[in-house]
């Protein structure tokens, strides 16, 4: 069950062909700026995978923080992190959030009082080269420990899928941190537990070092929202030089389970920042969904 200080929703963007009234709503609900930015996008599936993510974020401040969709201000950092512009002042409401999209699925999780990054991935084969050329150019992203773990996963399939949970951890981590590109991933490195997981559990037993030390400063949930889909949730304490005593302690309830949501639970509640624009629908129907190549899951 999700608590009232704990927010993880998922949208199944692979699944979702939108109509023209639901894709032109959903372009009336989110910032001029951000409706320019999906318009750009080349492929339809990237698009909707954009617009899912905005609307997510902007669900999550009218429903948890209690300000009316329309005086919602989001805004990015220098690194790209997203962020509320004049967030309440409250205690209560001081939720920081992050989203990410890739696969089949837009994701969000949001925490009252901790550091909180997320991230998707879909393991699926590389598009333009052979397995062990795609881990050959990826090497120095990882330690000697972790291309061992990856390497003893098995077949060629199972390191794939290996890899892109390290994958989603690391960038959980980057994304909470909000370090962006100039972060060298071999200063993390993660052992994970347990080493297989199953579909409908959410497993926190995965540890960090940080420059070869464990950090016991971060915590992170880790689960599968298909056979394909891993997701990744790094949960940080917001001020690690702050005294032992000053620090909050981590959750020890249960963690929580993504909520898969549905486009009519997405925009409730969403009310029109803009005048309909009938253009940006066809702009829309004329995209391909996704690139020729990309390559089938083996079987």
């Known amino acids: 069950m999700t608590t009232m200080d704990s927010v993880r929703w998922a949208f199944r963007?692979?699944?979702?062909?939108?109509?023209?009234?639901?894709?032109?709503?959903?372009?009336?609900?989110v910032q001029s700026e951000e409706k320019e930015r999906i318009g750009k996008f080349v492929f339809a599936k990237d698009a909707k995978l954009a617009m899912a993510g905005r609307l997510l974020m902007r669900?999550?401040?009218s429903e948890r923080m209690g300000i009316s969709w329309d005086h919602i201000r989001l805004e990015r950092t220098a690194k790209g992190k997203p962020f509320l512009?004049?967030?309440?002042?409250?205690?209560?409401?001081?939720?920081n959030f992050n989203v990410s999209h890739q696969g089949d699925f837009a994701v969000l999780a949001a925490e009252q009082g901790w550091l909180?990054?997320?991230?998707?991935?879909?393991?699926?084969?590389?598009?333009?080269s052979s397995v062990s050329e795609f881990f050959r150019i990826m090497r120095r992203q990882f330690t000697d420990h972790e291309w061992t773990t990856i390497r003893a996963s098995g077949p060629e399939w199972a390191q794939l899928d290996t890899f892109h949970r390290h994958w989603a951890l690391k960038e959980s981590f980057i994304k909470a941190t909000g370090t962006g590109l100039g972060f060298d991933l071999?200063?993390?490195?993660?052992?994970?537990?347990?080493?297989?997981m199953q579909e409908g559990q959410v497993f926190r037993g995965t540890r960090m070092l940080l420059d070869s030390e464990e950090e016991e400063d971060?915590?992170?949930?880790?689960c599968l929202l298909d056979e394909h889909h891993h997701v990744a949730v790094a949960l940080g304490r917001p001020d690690s030089s702050t005294g032992d005593d000053d620090r909050p302690a981590f959750p020890c309830d249960s963690p929580s389970a993504f909520t898969l949501l549905s486009f009519s639970d997405l925009v409730s509640g969403a009310a029109p920042l803009a005048e309909e624009?009938?253009?940006?629908?066809e702009s829309f129907r004329r995209k391909p969904e996704a690139p020729s190549r990309q390559s089938a899951q083996p079987r």
């Open 13 to 29: 963007c692979g699944s979702w062909t939108p109509c023209p009234t639901e894709w032109l709503f959903a372009a009336r609900c």
């Open 59 to 61: 669900k999550l401040i």
């Open 85 to 95: 512009v004049n967030p309440p002042s409250s205690e209560l409401h001081r939720w």
């Open 116 to 128: 909180v990054g997320v991230d998707v991935t879909k393991t699926a084969m590389p598009g333009s």
């Open 186 to 196: 071999q200063r993390v490195e993660f052992h994970i537990s347990p080493v297989q």
């Open 218 to 222: 971060w915590l992170f949930e880790e």
């Open 277 to 281: 624009d009938a253009s940006y629908w």
